[in-house]
């Protein structure tokens, strides 16, 4: 691994070149915060330089703090790891430098990274380099000065954008608003900004101190306006993030008090910010997306993933029609398949509609629109299957026929095509039943709307072979999906742990819970919507389907409420004919359907489970905990039977595949920070006054009593049968 270091070059015109090299993003790690610290005194002390320049090795100037510390932080509790770098070593030492300094910025300069370069005296960048403090991605918000620097240089309504959104732009953007001083060709970078720091320092150019400027802030008055318009928006689109508040709280500050006391309070709500739950929550899911790729005995065998240029889509419905569209954005060639020409006719039109909304949306342009369609095809037989790399089947939920396509596909595809199934909840050896090529089956199962949702779950067997799981995985790389590998089992690790959700939401209706307030209360609590409107989205049919799956594999722990049937009796189907647990019209935002009182309160008298015949008394905290702690029950039976590598991978899987917010960390975090004693512990209630769905499970229970976290991996002499 190469050494982070900084080094600094004095040349005969009197400037010094002080370089950060830390592959691959130039990371502000602490040795090379200690090394410019050391490299600027040098350059002060030195008669020999007039001016400077910094600039990062490779072509990029620095990707920002390192978040590895933040981890460190997060494990220990302790924020002393986190270095004095606002105001001794940017404010102090960079930007009160007795010599001009000037940032020569190339690729990107992001975070810590731009807030180094703005305490710089100038800013010379190459074309299209990116620039933005993405730090409140993170929970946190910019700590290097960055809050009171930007909206000085920018202006401050552009500032808050960048900031609160954590969207960069580009150095031509940011040329224009005055963020960059000029824009010069990469072999030109250092020769523009030596001269131009020759000229600061010979007074031809201005020395100028970003945090001393006003004359972009406007007034007083102007400038409070703008900063509660944004926390007025930042209540209705982050409403659960409290730093998005935090980091107004910082700018108003020095807005009012001028930009060095804004530096002071960022730096104490900076360090505040850091060990707070959100930050906790959004450092782990950075990380848990960076685990997901490392598979034992699958990445780190010496495999090397096989090239897949062509691919057939067995059906062209909504799944599959939106998995052909991921893979021909992929640049992938598809042959879609389609037992008549009208079936066919119709999926090749939605994938035109979702290749032209992508356009209509400003997320693709014209021309890669045209070459991605030009790379499907729609055939109704099997003769162009006879070299392709891999198969994904995603007809309907039907073992006889998913079986009857895998027999077929062995005598019709090359020995080497991977065969892989798109099935929601099947257990895969039934799929593959009929396959002799049992190490070429595999689980490729795609969330909908498949062509946006970005998790690819990868399901293996006992038997699928380690170099088809590589290739799987490669491909998801490709077309922007992130692939998590997880065992075999009824509804596989996101629909399996996420199965109690919709339960637990039954138990409530039938304790004479609103159903309303229940969805209301997911809602506020991250997740997109309730389980009631998550129903009538994803149609009554599914909820039927899915849920006999899951009543068989687990009678134990199933709810069994007529309220779906009930509902289909009456009518209604969801989204799909208007009219569901809410009233669906063009153009207007759904609508709870009083209309469906008398239904519901029929499911409550054919299945009556309320105590003394009265709805219970509940908060709101009770009813999502009711929905929630089951779903983190059932995360425990999958973490011990070893359908998922490490509990992050479910975290992962969550957030991405179930839309659970990614600030809380993802299922088996969150469970963590609540605690396995409460969760446990209110579950047992609830088994016991309720209904036996709230059992909680062994593992759970083992952790709760032996203080053990949920996430902590599985020891060796556990007696769970992994899956993996």
């Known amino acids: 691994m190469a050494e982070a270091t900084v080094t600094m070059e004095v040349g005969s015109d009197g400037v010094a070149l002080i370089t950060i090299s830390n592959p691959p993003v130039n990371a502000l790690a602490l040795p090379i915060l200690a090394g410019l610290k050391e490299k600027l005194a040098e350059a002060m002390r030195r008669d020999d330089v007039k001016a400077l320049v910094l600039t990062g090795k490779n072509g990029r100037f620095s990707g920002g703090f390192d978040i590895n510390v933040f981890q460190k932080v997060h494990r220990t509790g302790d924020i002393s790891h986190l270095p004095d770098v606002s105001v001794e070593l940017v404010t102090n030492t960079l930007e009160d430098a007795k010599k001009p300094i000037v940032a020569a910025v190339q690729g990107l300069a992001l975070g810590g990274g731009l807030e180094v370069a703005m305490a710089c005296h100038a800013r010379i960048a190459a074309p299209k380099t990116q620039l933005g403090l993405p730090e409140l991605s993170l929970g946190i918000m910019p700590g290097f000065g960055g809050t009171q620097r930007l909206p000085r240089l920018l202006g401050l309504s552009k500032a808050l954008d960048i900031m609160l959104t954590s969207k960069p732009i580009l150095s031509e953007e940011g040329n224009k608003l005055g963020l960059i001083d000029a824009i010069a060709p990469p072999q030109d970078l250092l020769k523009v900004s030596r001269q131009w720091a020759l000229d600061i320092a010979e007074a031809r150019k201005p020395w100028v101190r970003s945090l001393h400027r006003t004359d972009k802030i406007g007034s007083l008055s102007e400038a409070c306006e703008i900063i ?13 993030m409290p730093h998005h508040q935090a980091c107004l709280d ?74 052909a569209t991921a893979l021909i954005l992929g640049n992938i060639n598809v042959v879609l398949k389609e037992v008549n020409s009208e079936y066919l006719q119709k999926g090749i039109k939605t994938i035109e509609g979702n290749v032209r909304g992508l356009v209509a949306r400003k997320r693709l342009a014209q021309a890669q629109a045209e070459k991605a369609l030009s790379m499907i095809k729609g055939v109704l037989d099997y003769s162009e299957f006879r070299d392709v790399d891999m198969v994904i089947e995603a007809v309907i939920e039907n073992v006889p026929l998913k079986q009857k396509i895998f027999s077929e596909l062995e005598n019709v595809c090359p020995p080497h095509c991977i065969l892989a199934t798109n099935t929601s909840t099947i257990d895969l050896n039934l799929v593959g039943e009929k396959t002799k090529s049992q190490d070429r089956v595999i689980g490729a199962h795609f969330f909908s709307p498949a062509h946006i949702m970005p998790l690819l779950e990868i399901v293996r067997t006992e038997k699928t072979s380690a170099q088809v799981i590589l290739d799987l995985m490669t491909v998801g790389k490709i077309i922007k999906k992130a692939p998590v590998v997880v065992g075999n089992c009824t509804g596989f ?12 939401a039954y138990v409530l209706l039938h304790l004479g819970v609103d159903i309303f307030r229940i969805d209301r209360l997911i809602s506020s609590f991250g997740l997109p919507m309730g389980p009631f409107q998550l129903q009538d989205l994803a149609g009554y049919g599914v909820a039927v389907a899915v849920g006999k799956e899951f009543a068989k594999a687990f009678p134990d722990r199933t709810f069994r409420s007529p309220i779906t ?62 929905i929630l702690f089951p779903v983190v029950n059932e995360a425990c039976r999958v973490l011990e039977e070893g359908v998922v590598v490490r509990a992050s991978d479910l975290d992962v899987a969550s957030v991405l595949g179930m839309s659970f917010p990614s600030y809380r960390g993802g299922i088996v975090f969150w469970g963590d920070l609540v605690g396995a004693k409460h969760i446990y512990t209110s579950l047992k209630k609830w088994s016991e006054k309720y209904s036996d769905f709230y059992k909680p499970s062994r593992f759970l229970e083992e952790r709760a009593k032996n203080g053990v976290p949920l996430s902590a991996p599985l020891s060796a002499s556990t007696s769970s049968r992994a899956r993996l």
């Open 228 to 240: 509660k318009k944004a926390r007025q928006s930042a209540k209705r689109t982050a409403p659960n």
């Open 250 to 323: 910082v700018i108003e500050e020095g807005i009012v008090r001028g930009g060095y006391a804004g530096v002071l309070k960022e730096v104490k709500v900076f360090n505040e910010l850091v060990l707070s739950d959100t930050a906790k929550g959004l450092v782990h899911v950075f990380f848990a997306q960076r685990a997901i790729s490392k598979v034992p005995k699958v990445t780190d065998i010496g495999l090397k993933a096989r090239a897949v240029k062509k691919v057939a889509v067995i059906g062209g419905g909504l799944m599959g029609s939106g998995i």
């Open 493 to 504: 690790a996101v629909n399996r742990t996420f199965f109690p959700y919709t339960q637990g």
């Open 565 to 626: 049937d009930l509902m289909i009796k009456s009518g209604r189907n969801g989204k799909n004919n208007g009219k569901g647990y809410y009233i669906y019209e063009k153009g207007s935002k759904p609508k709870p359907d009083p209309q469906v009182f008398p239904i519901l309160e029929e499911a409550r008298r054919q299945v009556n489970i309320m105590p003394g015949e009265k709805p219970i008394n509940i908060t709101d905290q009770e009813i999502v905990e009711m």
